[in-house]
């Protein structure tokens, strides 16, 4: 495990640690023979219908828990960007943008925290919009709580600038991320996602440095 996979997981973890305490105790009863058969059988099946899910989709590897890890909070921070464009943007363009980036990255985040879930991993929480927290460090393309107080305070041509600069780092990092993924990854879907975020981002970066060069 990274680094980096350390740092943004442990909060979760420690919400996860509580959980299970909270777990633990509640299955401390006076079942018995019949209460433990039954729990065994339904653990038997849990792990049963675990493996076989598995078994259909493919095996996964560090790099496949790397990619989602790390990819969720970066998705995060281009949404809540994105979000600023709604009535911060003066160019219709620039708000048409942050609505698709948006409309893209939020099902992906839904689906990769799926993943994550399903390989008995910690989902990152989430730390988008608080302040004082900088989720910059480690991940490529990632803007640091200054970029964003910087974007948040701005507003019409400027902000359109600022968001369009920004997002163009943004979506580097993403691709560099993705490539990764590809180069090493094993679980298929997670391959298949960032292939398309490799096509999808692209595009939005040869747009948005046109719309730079209009500006």
């Known amino acids: 495990m990274t680094a980096r996979r350390k740092l943004i997981r442990r909060t979760a973890l420690a919400a996860t640690t509580s959980v299970a305490a ?7 009863g006076d079942g018995h023979d019949m209460g433990s058969m039954g729990s ?5 099946a849990s792990a049963s219908a675990s493996a076989s899910a598995s078994a259909e989709a493919g095996e996964h590897n560090d790099q496949d828990v790397d990619f989602a890890t790390e990819m ?3 998705h995060r921070q281009a949404i809540e960007m994105a979000d600023m464009a709604a009535d911060r943007a003066s160019s219709k363009e ?13 099902p992906e985040i839904k689906t990769m925290s799926g993943w994550l879930t399903s390989w008995g991993e910690e989902v990152p929480a989430d730390m988008s919009g608080m302040e004082g927290h900088d989720m910059s460090s480690g991940m490529p393309g990632m803007m640091s709580s200054e970029d964003m107080d910087k974007l948040d305070k701005a507003s019409g041509a400027e902000f359109d600038t600022t968001f369009l600069e920004m997002m163009v780092k943004h979506h580097e ?3 560099e991320m993705a490539k990764a993924e590809k180069a090493d990854g094993a679980y298929d879907p997670a391959v298949k996602l960032a292939d398309d975020v ?3 981002q692209t595009a939005e970066i040869e747009q948005m440095n046109k719309m730079l060069d209009k500006s």
Do not use: E, M, N, R
Not at 22 to 28: F, I, M, P
Not at 40 to 44: L, R, T, V
Not at 94 to 106: R, S
């Open 72 to 74: 969720i909070p970066h």
């Open 198 to 200: 490799i096509t999808a």
């Open 40 to 44: 065994d059988s339904g653990a038997s």
């Open 173 to 175: 990092g993403a691709v």
């Open 94 to 106: 620039v708000k048409d943008l942050a609505t698709k980036i948006k409309g893209a990255q939020d």
């Open 22 to 28: 909270l777990v633990l105790a509640a299955c401390g």
